[in-house]
C-alpha cells in the first residue's frame, strides 16, 4: 500500500494506494488511483486556468498536438507522489487552450523496455491515427518507442523503432531522449536530445517514410558553450521562411541578463537541411527571461497559428504545493512570431473570451505608493503602458497583502525588468550553482522612457509580456497572506501610467 501523508491546517490528508500491493505500474492502476485520492487535493493555492494534474507529481509537457479533431496536451506525471518518480503520460484535451479536460493517463511503465520510465515525447497525426513517441528507459538505456491510438484516448504501445545500440559512434546509449516528431517534405522526422562522447550536448536528427523505420542523418546542434548536460526536448517550426530549433540545453554558463537558471530554454533561427540534418543559425536568444520555465514545445494550429506549451516550474527548487497534493503546473500557451528575426510571444487570443468586470484608468501620473480602485485580484490580466517620466525606475506590486507581495521593477538607466519574489514570505530553495531562487532580470532593445506590461496572474502564478513580447518572464509566487492587492511606485521622481486596463479572468 502506499502512502502519503500530507498536512493542510492541521489537518492531515491521506493519499492512499489501495488498488494493488507492490503491482506492476499500469494506466489502470493510476486511474484507479486518481479517482480515489483527487478529493483530497487541497485547491487554495490550484490554477484556474492552467491545466494543472489532477493529482501528484507534474513536468514536461509532452505530444502537444492538433490530432483526431482535438488539441492534446501529455505530459511527464507521476501521480502516486508529489516527487519526481516513475513517469506515466499524463493526458488533457482542450477546444480553446484555457479549459482542460482531463482524458486519462494515456501510458504507463508496464512494458520490460520502459520498466523505469516513459520518459518525455511528442504526438503526430498520420491516416486517422494518433502516434505518440516517447523515451523508453530501462537501466541505464534510454530508446525511443511508439504507441498508437485510433481514437486519441486509449494507446497500444508497438515497443521501440529506435535503438540506442543503433546510435552512430560518439552518441552516448545513455543521454539519448525527448524524440520530437514533424512532417516536412512528404517525410518524418525526429529531433532527440543526445550527448556527444566528449560530454557535449547535442541534437541529432532522424528520418522515416512510415514512423516505423528511423534512419540517422546527422547532428544538428552541436557547439562549444560550456554546460553541463545535453540539450533536452528539442522543438521545432518553421515561420516567415525560417525555421526555428527549440532546445532546453542543462548547464549554460549564467550571464546578467540570460540564463540565470541552472537549466534554460532557447530558441534558434535559421535553416535546417533535412537532408544533413545541419542547422545554419542566424539569431537566438533565451526564450522567458523568468524562474519557472522549462520544457517548451509548441504546435501548429489549423489556422496557421504556431502555440508553445511549458513546464511552469524548474528543477531543484522548493515546490510548496507538494503538501497541497500536487506539484507542477503549465504555461498560459503562447503564439509565436518571428519579428526582426527574433522570437516574439503574445498570450493566446482565446483567453479574451475570459474577460470580466473591465476597469480602466488613462493618464495617472504617480510617485510614492499608489493605489487605483477596482485594480486588484489573484485572477486577473492587467494591461499598463508607463512613462518613466523623470524617475529612476518604477515597480509593480501584485499578490501584496500587508506585509508580502511581488515585484516587477523597470530601471530606465539600463533598460531592463527585474522581478523579485523575495518578499513573498515563502522561502524556496534551489540548484546550488543558481544565485538565487528569487530575483531574475531581463534586458529590452530600444529605450524611449516607455514601456507596456501584460500581467496574468492566477492564485500562485504570475506570467509578464513586455512591449507587445518582446520579453516575457514567468514566475510562481507563494505567499502566506493570500494578498489581491496591485499598487504602483516611482522612485527619484514622477511616472506616469499612460494607460491600464485591468479584467478578472473567470472560468
Known amino acids: 500500500m502506499i502512502h ?9 490528508r491521506v493519499f492512499s494506494d489501495t488498488s494493488r500491493n507492490n503491482a506492476e505500474f499500469t494506466v489502470e492502476r493510476a486511474e484507479e488511483y486518481i479517482r480515489e485520492n ?3 487535493v487541497a485547491f ?20 502537444f498536438c492538433f490530432a483526431v479533431g482535438k488539441y492534446h496536451l501529455f505530459f511527464q506525471f507521476h501521480p502516486y507522489s508529489t516527487e519526481w518518480g516513475p513517469m506515466h503520460w499524463g493526458h488533457f484535451v482542450t477546444e480553446d487552450f484555457i479549459e482542460w479536460q482531463w482524458v486519462k493517463t494515456a501510458i504507463a511503465p508496464d512494458e520490460e523496455y520502459d520498466k523505469d520510465g516513459c520518459f518525455s515525447g511528442s504526438s503526430i497525426e498520420k491516416d486517422g491515427k494518433q502516434y505518440i513517441f516517447y523515451t523508453a ?14 481514437d486519441g484516448v486509449a494507446f497500444e504501445k508497438k515497443g521501440i523503432v529506435i535503438s540506442s545500440d543503433k546510435l552512430p559512434e560518439g552518441c552516448s546509449v545513455h543521454d539519448f531522449r525527448d524524440p520530437y516528431v514533424f512532417r516536412k517534405n512528404e517525410k518524418y522526422h525526429m529531433l532527440c536530445g543526445s550527448k556527444a562522447s566528449d560530454g557535449d550536448g547535442q541534437v541529432v536528427l532522424f528520418e522515416s517514410d512510415n514512423l516505423d523505420s528511423w534512419r540517422f542523418v546527422g547532428v544538428v546542434r552541436k557547439d562549444d558553450k560550456p554546460k553541463s548536460g545535453i540539450y533536452e526536448c528539442p522543438s ?26 541552472v537549466n534554460s530554454s532557447i530558441y534558434s533561427v535559421g535553416q535546417l537541411d533535412l537532408n544533413t540534418g545541419v542547422f545554419t543559425a542566424e539569431s537566438e536568444d533565451e526564450i522567458d527571461g523568468g524562474l519557472d520555465f522549462y520544457a517548451p514545445q509548441t504546435l501548429a494550429a489549423p489556422d496557421g497559428r504556431i502555440i508553445m506549451t511549458a513546464w511552469m516550474q524548474m528543477w531543484g527548487r522548493t515546490m510548496p504545493t507538494a503538501s497541497d497534493g500536487w ?34 484608468y488613462k493618464n495617472v501620473s504617480f510617485g510614492e505608493h499608489t493605489a487605483l480602485n477596482g485594480v486588484s485580484g489573484d485572477k486577473i490580466e492587467l494591461n499598463v503602458t508607463f512613462s518613466i517620466g523623470n524617475a529612476e525606475k518604477i515597480e509593480v506590486r501584485f499578490f501584496e497583502g500587508e506585509n508580502e507581495y511581488a515585484s516587477l521593477f523597470y530601471s530606465g538607466s539600463d533598460n531592463s525588468v527585474t522581478f523579485d519574489r523575495s518578499k513573498a514570505g515563502t522561502e524556496i530553495s534551489c540548484d546550488p550553482k543558481e544565485k538565487d531562487a528569487y530575483v531574475r532580470s531581463v534586458k529590452l532593445s530600444g529605450n524611449d522612457g516607455e514601456i507596456s506590461m501584460r500581467i496574468f496572474l492566477d492564485v500562485t502564478s504570475s506570467e509578464v509580456f513586455i512591449n507587445g513580447g518582446e520579453k516575457v ?12 492587492g496591485v499598487s504602483f511606485r516611482a522612485y527619484g521622481g514622477e511616472a506616469k501610467i499612460l494607460f491600464l486596463e485591468k479584467y478578472d479572468i473567470e472560468l
Open 38 to 40: 483527487k478529493g483530497n
Open 44 to 63: 487554495e493555492r490550484r490554477l484556474t486556468y492552467h491545466a494543472t494534474p489532477p493529482v501528484g507529481w507534474t513536468n514536461d509537457p509532452n505530444g
Open 4 to 12: 502519503e501523508h500530507l498536512h493542510e491546517n492541521n489537518n492531515e
Open 137 to 150: 528507459v530501462c537501466g541505464d538505456r534510454q530508446n525511443q518507442a511508439e504507441a498508437v491510438s485510433e
Open 473 to 484: 518572464v514567468t514566475n510562481n509566487v507563494y505567499t502566506n497572506e493570500k494578498g489581491k
Open 236 to 261: 521545432f517550426f518553421t515561420a516567415m521562411g525560417k525555421d526555428v530549433l527549440i532546445t532546453s540545453p542543462q548547464g549554460y554558463v549564467t550571464e546578467k541578463y540570460r540564463y540565470g537558471n
Open 327 to 360: 506539484a507542477g503546473s503549465f504555461i498560459l500557451p503562447r503564439e509565436l512570431y518571428l519579428k526582426y528575426g527574433k522570437l516574439y510571444q503574445s498570450p493566446v487570443k482565446e483567453i479574451e473570451k475570459y474577460r470580466r468586470n473591465g476597469v480602466f
